[in-house]
C-alpha cells in the first residue's frame, strides 16, 4: 500500500505558465513534507520543504502548500522555465527515522 | 566541493556474484541511506544508518546488507544478486536524522542483474 501518491505520471506546461504538482498521503502522523527535483542522470536535489505545522512556504518561484484535512500537498511553480523540466517527488518524514517518497511526475516546461 | 559518491556509476553483473557498491561523504553527516529507484515505484528506502556502526531497515531490505564502520562511507553490499535487483541506487546523507534535515544524493549507480 502506498502511503504517499503522486497520481500524474507526467504533466506539460507552457513556459511562463504555473505548474501545479500534486501528492496525497494517507497518515496523518507525517509531520515533514519536502520537495525533491530530479533531472536524469543525477540524483535527486532538494527543493523546499514544510512543517505540518504550517499550510505554505514560498521560496522564489516555488510554494508548497499543505492541506492536513485533505492529507494534500502541491507544489506551484511560477512563471515555469524550460529549466524546470525535471522529475518532481514529494517526500515525507515518517517520524520512523524513514523517509517515504512519491513515484514522482514528470514536469516537461514547454518553450 | 561538498558531496556525496557512489562507485561504480553502471554495474552488469550475473545472478549470484556478490557486489558492492560504495558511497562515500565529506560533508561529516552523521544519517545516511539508501535507496533504489524502479519504474512506476519512486524511490524506496532500502537501509539507513543513524551514525557510526548504527544501521536499520528500510522498507525494502531483503537481499541487502550495509555497513557503516566510518562516518563518511556507507557500502551497499549483494551477497547473491538476482535479477529483481536490477535498479537504479541511490545514496544519500544529511547532517542528522530529523525532519527538518534535507538530504543529499549521490549521482546513482545503474545496476543490472543478469
Known amino acids: 500500500d502506498q502511503q504517499v501518491k503522486q497520481n500524474s505520471p507526467s504533466l506539460s506546461v507552457q513556459e511562463g505558465r504555473i505548474s501545479i504538482l500534486n501528492c496525497d498521503y494517507t497518515?496523518?502522523?507525517?509531520?515533514?513534507f519536502l520537495w525533491y527535483k530530479k533531472y536524469p542522470a543525477e540524483g535527486p536535489t532538494f527543493l523546499i520543504s514544510?512543517?505540518?505545522?504550517?499550510d505554505k512556504n514560498e521560496d522564489g518561484r516555488f510554494t508548497v502548500f499543505l492541506n492536513k484535512s485533505a492529507k494534500h500537498l502541491s507544489l506551484h511553480i511560477v512563471p515555469s522555465q524550460p529549466g524546470d523540466s525535471a522529475v518532481y517527488f514529494c517526500?515525507?518524514?515518517?517520524?520512523?527515522?524513514?523517509?517515504?517518497f512519491g513515484t514522482g511526475t514528470r514536469l516537461k516546461v514547454l518553450a | 566541493e561538498a558531496q556525496v559518491t557512489q562507485n561504480p556509476r553502471y554495474l552488469i553483473t550475473v545472478t549470484g556474484k556478490k557486489l558492492t557498491v560504495t558511497c562515500s561523504q565529506n560533508?561529516?553527516?552523521?544519517?545516511m541511506s539508501w535507496y533504489r529507484q524502479d519504474p512506476g515505484l519512486g524511490l524506496r528506502q532500502i537501509y539507513y544508518?543513524?551514525?557510526?556502526?548504527?544501521?536499520d531497515k528500510g522498507d525494502v531490505p531483503e537481499g541487502y546488507k550495509v555497513s557503516r564502520k566510518e562516518k563518511r562511507n556507507f557500502p551497499l553490499i549483494l551477497e547473491s544478486p538476482s535479477p529483481n535487483q536490477t535498479s537504479l541506487y541511490f545514496c544519500?546523507?544529511?547532517?542528522?536524522?530529523?525532519?527538518?534535515?534535507?538530504?543529499?544524493f549521490g549521482p546513482g549507480t545503474r545496476l543490472t542483474v543478469l
Open positions: 560533508m561529516n553527516h552523521e544519517y
Open positions: 544519500a546523507s544529511s547532517l542528522k536524522w530529523g525532519s527538518y534535515n534535507e538530504q543529499f
Open positions: 497518515n496523518s502522523m507525517f509531520d515533514y
Open positions: 517526500a515525507v518524514s515518517s517520524g520512523t527515522y524513514k523517509y517515504i
Open positions: 544508518s543513524m551514525n557510526v556502526e548504527v544501521t
Open positions: 514544510i512543517s505540518s505545522i504550517k
